[in-house]
């Protein structure tokens, strides 16, 4: 019998600098008497994320969903937007607040991405752009994406939430498509506690969002276009300066926890690794299995449910589908028929513990309760 954890065990933990530099940067703050408003903190954050992201053109907010919502809106899309259903909230409600309706497409069973291969016999006189995802890391399919929206005269769109950092060969993640949002929430890998921005390729777009983000002022009394309150502010940039320089320690830390998954979950049968990418195609977000209730003998309900009594609390990560939500339920593309896919993927995700403080040994640990659980069928058998 294994014993519970003593403490509980989330799924992530915050990556926290420390309190002294943080104070120290308050400090800095303080005495500037600048708090908000593309202040000193907000530009060198700017500046240190554009080499770090490896973009031309990046423009921070204060929260991930509406660097989306306002990225959507200086496109001028119009109608329908092809999207997956299998993502966080924030993807299709950003479509929402532009008035604009989501086509809801099925994933690729291995990635549970948008299939590239389903878009084109969705896209109608009305498509307007492709909003993809790249979930829990893995890279959309970019290039068949580009090439689908090259031939409609399509705008593409990443929500790169969980991508921070990622490569596809050598490439960033951001330079394909149009634009991609990142998410600097307490939750990601990279944090300003709440906060978010836009990579794109247009210079145009940056007078644009600087216009959106900022109640459509062009100068103290200039009011040029409808626009909103998104700004990142000093305190959460000068938090974020302190915590990328944490950040590749972090994902080194990460990295070793990831293969000690890899290495006891071997072989178990029923559960595959979704989050395997290695080096600087991975952005090491989430750990992530799928348990393949056939196979392994127990439901992932039942195993999330099961791990809670060891004080583990895995989550479920994307759950319920978007299109699933009650007002699209009217929607021809959101019929469960339809999607077939993302309806399994979302019986099967789970997300597990994973975090740089992690110890080696609870890792190993939720493993062995894990393989225990296994397979009521070859027990059956054996008796
Ligand atoms: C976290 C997340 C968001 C929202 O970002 P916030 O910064 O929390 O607003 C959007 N999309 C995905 C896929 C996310 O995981």
Redesign the pocket.
């Known amino acids: 019998m294994i014993n519970k954890f003593y403490e509980p065990l989330y799924v992530t933990r915050p990556l926290l600098p420390g309190i002294e530099e943080v104070n120290k940067r308050m400090k800095e703050i303080w005495e500037s008497k600048w708090l908000t408003n593309n202040g000193v903190q907000h530009k060198k954050l700017e500046n240190e994320l554009k080499s770090y992201l490896d973009v031309e053109h990046i423009s921070l907010f204060n ?6 919502l306002l990225g959507l809106k200086s496109l001028d899309l119009t109608g329908e937007v092809i999207t997956t259903p299998f ?2 909230p ?2 299709v409600q950003a479509l929402d607040w532009n008035g604009l309706t989501p086509v809801f497409c099925d994933i690729d069973p291995d990635t549970l991405n948008i299939d590239a291969n389903k878009i084109e016999a969705l896209i109608t006189e009305k498509t307007s752009a492709i909003l993809g ?1 790249h ?1 829990f890391g893995n890279p959309c399919e970019v290039e068949k994406i580009q090439s689908l929206a090259d031939k409609y005269n399509l705008k593409v769109i990443y ?1 790169g ?2 991508a921070f950092g990622t490569r596809i060969d050598g490439k960033p993640i951001s330079s394909f498509g149009d634009m991609t ?1 990142f ?3 307490a ?2 890998l990279f944090n300003t506690v ?3 921005a836009l990579a794109f390729k247009d210079e145009k777009l940056n007078k644009k969002l600087n216009l959106l983000k900022n109640f459509g002022l062009a100068g103290p009394e200039e009011v040029v276009l409808s626009g909103l309150n998104a700004k990142m502010n000093e305190v959460q940039a000068g938090i974020g300066l302190e915590v990328l320089k944490i950040v590749e320690a972090e994902r080194a830390k990460r990295e070793v926890i990831r293969n000690t998954y890899e290495t006891y979950l071997a072989g178990i049968p029923g559960i595959r690794i979704l989050t395997g990418l290695k080096g600087e195609n991975s952005s090491y977000q989430y750990f992530v299995i799928e348990i393949d209730e056939e196979k392994y003998g127990r439901s992932r309900d039942w195993v999330h449910e099961e791990l809670k009594k060891y004080n583990v609390f895995t989550r479920r990560y ?1 759950y319920p589908l978007c299109s699933d939500f009650g007002w699209y339920l009217h929607l021809e593309s959101a019929k469960t028929e339809n999607l077939p896919r993302a309806q399994k993927a979302v019986k099967q995700v789970l997300s597990m513990p994973y975090y740089g403080e992690l110890e080696t040994e609870s890792v190993e640990k939720i493993c062995t309760i894990l393989k225990e659980k296994i397979h009521v069928k070859v027990v059956a058998l054996n008796n």
């Open positions: 929260n991930g969903t509406l660097a989306l993502t966080f924030a993807t995802v979930v929500d939430a969980h949002m998410s600097f929430h939750t990601k709440e906060g978010g994307f």
